[in-house]
């Protein structure tokens, strides 16, 4: 069956940097992953999941994201998991982004075959910098990022990924609060909307929760006969 996740992506200047970094780990501790897939800096949402309703998965996934304020993270330094010996980024979560993994979590749970961790409330929000490594390179990461300054800045969550097999099936963007297929997710064009709107609300002048509250009376307007 196959295998459906939910993620954040990084972008603009954090995710060039992440990937700098994830290809500099991986080639100054010998570790050759990065050769075998090209790094996809993110943070999992909703680990690898199974279900046999993609259609309601694709309309619970927009449900939660349409509903969901704008969330925010700090990315704090290095860490690691020491029992399966995985480097990451720690991420510290706003409570908007905290409520909103759980809520997707909630709402897949009925049908969706999820990961243990994803019947859990809590969760450690991390971005997997290097992993799946021997005792000695695990020990010669560690050793490395000790010597290196540690990464401290915030980030806004710009869009959530649905991926199906590896490949993006839907993508909600919080800017323009609406949700794309494949095409429209890897659109130049619509990217740069995107960071055209992230720069207006940088600048004050734009707010996409507003139009979560012109949706919203929009519905009641239909529903009422307006």
């Not at 999941?49 to 619970?60: A, S």
């Not at 690691?80 to 979590?105: A, K, Q």
Request: contains cysteine; aromatic residues 14%.
């Amino acid at each position: 069956m196959t295998h459906y996740l939910i993620e954040f992506r990084f972008q603009g200047k954090a995710k060039s940097e992440i990937k700098r970094l994830i290809w500099e780990v991986d080639k100054r501790c010998h570790i050759g992953n990065v050769h075998k897939k090209r790094p996809v800096p993110h943070i999992t949402l909703v680990a690898p999941f199974q279900t046999g309703n993609e259609r309601k998965l694709i309309q619970d996934f927009y449900g939660v994201c349409s509903k969901s304020p704008l969330m925010k993270f700090s990315v704090k330094g290095f860490n690691t998991f020491e029992n399966n010996r995985v480097m990451y980024l720690d991420i510290d979560p706003s409570e908007n982004l905290d409520n909103f993994r759980w809520e997707l979590s909630k709402k897949l749970q009925p049908y969706c075959t999820l990961q243990p961790i994803d019947y859990e409330r809590k969760y450690y929000f991390h971005s997997t910098v290097a992993m799946k490594l021997t005792p000695q390179k695990f020990n010669h990461v560690k050793s490395y990022i000790q010597r290196k300054e540690k990464p401290n800045f915030k980030h806004i969550v710009v869009r959530a990924t649905l991926l199906k097999g590896g490949k993006i099936l839907r993508e909600y963007d919080f800017m323009q609060r609406k949700m794309f297929d494949r095409k429209l997710a890897k659109s130049k064009r619509a990217y740069m909307n995107t960071m055209n709107l992230l720069k207006r609300y940088f600048e004050g002048s734009y707010n996409p929760e507003d139009k979560m509250k012109i949706s919203f009376w929009s519905k009641i307007k239909s529903f009422f006969g307006g």
